[in-house]
């Protein structure tokens, strides 16, 4: 059981969290930042002691002093250059409760265009087994400058890390999955001509 300073702790972390935005995460040192990551907010410690000037530091000491706030950018590409093939994602309404799978759906349905739903006795699957479609515009690849080419593959990337992130969160499993009778493969890219 967690002790009364733990618990004020994690409520005071989660209200700060929930007030700066709905898209942050705190990390500690070493631990690697990804496409996701948009900006530094600032140390943790130093943000509830701003937050909360009249709260003791002993409710401050089980904290690290180097934990940090980063906000994510899971906005929607802001060019559609590229983009995934709309696609439902069956997560088990036994595991999963409304509330996580809300979340997933916020968090993840402009990067990835997928549904989440919860069923009953399924394990997580794309009901098409021929996969994820990721599509591809003729003007992704025409010509660009190298910066350019920067701000097109930064959106292709945050795409696909989205998609990754939810596979991972759901447990998405791609035994059953296949692409022109090739298994284990859940996108396949589609050029439009």
């Known amino acids: ?55 003791p530091d002993s ?18 590409p802001s060019r559609a250059l590229t983009r995934f093939e709309p696609a439902i994602l069956r997560v088990n309404k036994d595991v999963v409760t409304h509330q996580t799978r809300d979340e997933w759906q916020e968090t993840y349905e402009s990067l990835t265009n997928v549904t989440v739903k919860r069923h ?22 025409s010509p660009k400058s190298f910066d350019r080419w920067q701000k097109v593959t930064q959106e292709l990337a945050r795409q696909v890390a989205a998609y990754a992130e939810l596979k991972k969160k759901v447990g998405l499993s791609q035994k059953n999955v296949a692409n022109e009778g090739v298994d284990h493969t859940l996108v396949q890219a589609i050029h439009e001509d």
């Open 120 to 141: 009953r006795y399924l394990p997580p699957d794309l009901p098409d087994l021929t996969g994820v479609a990721l599509h591809f515009s003729p003007h992704f690849f």
């Open 1 to 55: 059981m967690k002790s009364l300073a733990k618990q004020s702790l994690d409520t005071l972390v989660e209200t700060l969290l929930s007030e700066l935005n709905a898209h942050v995460r705190v990390i500690a040192p070493g631990a690697p930042f990804t496409v996701l990551d948009s900006y530094y907010v600032g140390n943790l410690k130093q943000l509830l002691l701003e937050k909360y000037p009249g709260v």
């Open 59 to 76: 409710v401050f000491h089980q904290l690290r002093d180097d934990l940090i706030v980063v906000e994510r950018n899971l906005s929607a």
